[in-house]
C-alpha cells in the first residue's frame, strides 16, 4: 500500500462516453500528478498540480480535463477518447523537495477505448 | 526525442549473480536521478537515487553509478534474488516537477 488509491483499476469505455478517474492520496503531500503509460514507451508526464495549482500541461489534448479540489484529490475527466488514449494512467504524489521529488505512484487504471 | 534512454528491453540473471541496468539521457541540465521498480498490477515504486554531484549510492544490495561525462547511469543488484525480477525504471529530474522516465527493463531472475 503505497498511499495513494485509484479508482476504478479498469475502464473499457466508448469513444462517445465521458468518465472520470479518481485518485486520493493519504500521504499529507503537496503536489499531483497524472502520468499516461502506452505499451513499450516510457511513463509520459500529463499534469502537475502543486497546492491545488496546476504547474505543468504537457501539451495534452482537450479531451483530457484535469481537476484538482484539494491537495488530496485528483481527478481525470475523459471526454470523446480515441483508441490511440487506451493506456494504463497513473496518479503519483509526492513532497516539495526541490526538485529531488520522489514519487508514490498509485496502482493505476487501465483505460480500453473502443 | 527520448531524454532519457533504457536501450535493453529486458535482461536475464541468474540467482545469486549480479544484476547491471543501464541507463542514458541527453539533458546535461539533469541533476537527479532516479530508479523505480514496477511490479504487473502495481504502480511504480521509488528504489534509489542519485544527486549529480556524486558518482555513486548504495542502499544494501542496490547500488546507482553516475557518469555524468558520458551522461549514462547504471544500478547494480547484487546478488540478484527472484523478487527482483520486476521492470526497472531509470528517471531524471532537472530541479522542478517534471520527472522524465525512461521505457523500462525488464529484469528477469532464475532460481
Known amino acids: 500500500e503505497t498511499g495513494v488509491t485509484q479508482t476504478p483499476r479498469h475502464l473499457v469505455m466508448g469513444m462517445t462516453n465521458k468518465k472520470s478517474l479518481k485518485c486520493e492520496q493519504h500521504?499529507?503531500?503537496?503536489?499531483m500528478y497524472w502520468y499516461k503509460q502506452s505499451a513499450k514507451k516510457p511513463l509520459e508526464l500529463m499534469f502537475v498540480?502543486?497546492?491545488?495549482?496546476?504547474?505543468e500541461n504537457n501539451s495534452v489534448p482537450s479531451r483530457f480535463s484535469p481537476e484538482c479540489p484539494n491537495s488530496s484529490h485528483l481527478f481525470l475527466h475523459l471526454h470523446t477518447l480515441q483508441p490511440e488514449d487506451s493506456a494504463l494512467y497513473l496518479c503519483?504524489?509526492?513532497?516539495?523537495?526541490?526538485?529531488?521529488?520522489?514519487?508514490?505512484f498509485g496502482s493505476g487504471t487501465q483505460l480500453s477505448v473502443l | 526525442d527520448q531524454q532519457v534512454k533504457q536501450n535493453s528491453p529486458s535482461l536475464s540473471v541468474q540467482e545469486g549473480r549480479i544484476s547491471i541496468l543501464n541507463c542514458d539521457y541527453t539533458n546535461s541540465m539533469f541533476d537527479y536521478f532516479l530508479w523505480y521498480k514496477k511490479y504487473p498490477a502495481e504502480g511504480p515504486t521509488f528504489l534509489i537515487s542519485?544527486?549529480?554531484?556524486?558518482d555513486k549510492n548504495e542502499d544494501g544490495r542496490f547500488t546507482v553509478f553516475l557518469n555524468k561525462s558520458a551522461k549514462h547511469l547504471s544500478l547494480h543488484i547484487v546478488p540478484s534474488q527472484p523478487g527482483d525480477s520486476a521492470v526497472y525504471f531509470c528517471a531524471a529530474n532537472t530541479g522542478g516537477f517534471k520527472t522524465i522516465f525512461g521505457a523500462g527493463t525488464r529484469l528477469f531472475v532464475k532460481a
Open positions: 542519485i544527486s549529480s554531484i556524486k
Open positions: 503519483a504524489s509526492s513532497q516539495d523537495e526541490r526538485g529531488h521529488e520522489k514519487l508514490f
Open positions: 500521504l499529507g503531500h503537496n503536489a
Open positions: 498540480y502543486n497546492f491545488k495549482e496546476q504547474t
